[in-house]
């Protein structure tokens, strides 16, 4: 079967990633129970100031960290452009709506409401690279990022492209985590987002970010990421089904959990939402390096992309930071990464080999 390899990334976070392209070494704290990517000071390196204007702060970001991806990558024209959102360009939604209720549905600019689409950072893209190629965005909620890569996975082995950009994009805005703060989503007292699972209640912390990758069937040079396999799971799993459901998948690609360097899991905080992954933690606490991310990213539809950059980042960079660690087992070498996360009931499994 033909293999899938990352050969470059970007993610645009709430801590100093974007920057850098490395793994954070002093997180950046919540506040208010959210964590707020960390833009770049000017959008004028990615965008002509004059286009700029006219872009929502969604749109500049997925904008900006494309085009790092494909730098980092060493691209210039992708094959194909897909992007998971469960959400969308809320910002731009938003002010329309609002325009419609304050001038009563008249005179109403179309601006707003043509970059509130979903598919506007998709389309922005391809218009600044003038990408004409297969280009989608998926709308599936927790599972928006996971049907990107898997469009992308079939599009390679197809053989209908060789090099796909492919990333996961989603904004918080204030009118957002005020509704998911009154829906009970959100934290109700100041809890500092590292210290969410040792002062465990109801709630998580809110979160954002625009993640990036390029996707091909072509080994890269260099130590090489390879995207081994890819499973989602819909619905609320037991504790004791979820760990039998992680073995399965690693099972069908002929390994156990032993064979892991590294297990990142998507606890969040919530009790009700951390409680599936007990059993699995509670087994394999002495075994093997267990590890969590969403204190760094806060809670999103689409924070596994930012969970599949760390996992590149920490092949790359051959280290585990100790702000991810769950347990101090350590590996033996850094060779194969499953990430078990996911948003409310869409749960994903990913499986990572360099």
């Not at 965005?137 to 090099?163: P, Q, Y």
């Not at 280290?319 to 990464?337: D, G, M």
Request: contains cysteine.
């Amino acid at each position: 079967m033909m293999r899938i390899y990352i050969s470059g990334s970007s993610s645009l976070s709430p801590q100093d990633t974007f920057s850098t392209n490395r793994l954070p070494e002093n997180l950046i704290p919540s506040v208010d129970n959210r964590l707020t990517c960390v833009e770049p000071s000017s959008y004028v390196s990615y965008v002509p100031p004059v286009r700029a204007r006219r872009m929502s702060r969604i749109i500049k970001m997925g904008l900006a960290s494309a085009i790092q991806c494909l730098e980092n990558g060493g691209l210039s024209q992708p094959e194909a452009i897909i992007v998971g959102t469960a959400l969308g360009c809320l910002e731009d939604t938003e002010k329309f709506l609002i325009a419609m209720l304050k001038d009563d549905e008249q005179f109403l600019t179309p601006t707003h409401f043509i970059q509130s689409t979903q598919n506007s950072v998709a389309a922005q893209i391809a218009m600044h690279l003038q990408c004409r190629h297969h280009n989608f965005t998926f709308v599936h909620k927790g599972f928006s990022f996971e049907s990107a890569i898997i469009d992308g996975i079939m599009l390679l082995r197809d053989k209908e492209a060789s090099t796909i950009l492919i990333g996961g994009v989603d904004e918080m805005t204030d009118r957002n985590y005020q509704l998911y703060s009154e829906l009970g989503l959100i934290r109700k007292e100041p809890t500092p987002a590292n210290e969410v699972l040792t002062s465990r209640g109801t709630g998580a912390i809110a979160g954002e970010g625009s993640t990036f990758f390029t996707l091909t069937s072509v080994k890269p040079p260099g130590r090489a990421i390879q995207l081994v396999d890819i499973q989602m799971h819909l619905g609320d799993p037991g504790p004791v089904e979820l760990s039998e459901l992680i073995t399965i998948f690693l099972e069908r690609n002929q390994y156990q959990a032993s064979d892991l360097s590294l297990c990142l899991v998507g606890l969040n905080g919530d009790l009700t939402h951390d409680q599936p992954y007990q059993h699995f933690l509670d087994t394999h606490e002495t075994s093997i390096p267990l590890g969590w991310y969403k204190h760094l990213c806060g809670e999103y539809q689409t924070s596994s992309a930012f969970a599949l950059w760390l996992g590149t980042r920490i092949f790359i960079e051959n280290h585990i930071p100790e702000y991810l660690k769950l347990n101090e087992v350590q590996p033996n070498e850094l060779n194969r990464i499953l990430i078990v996360t996911n948003y409310a009931n869409n749960y994903s499994f990913i499986l990572l080999e360099s």
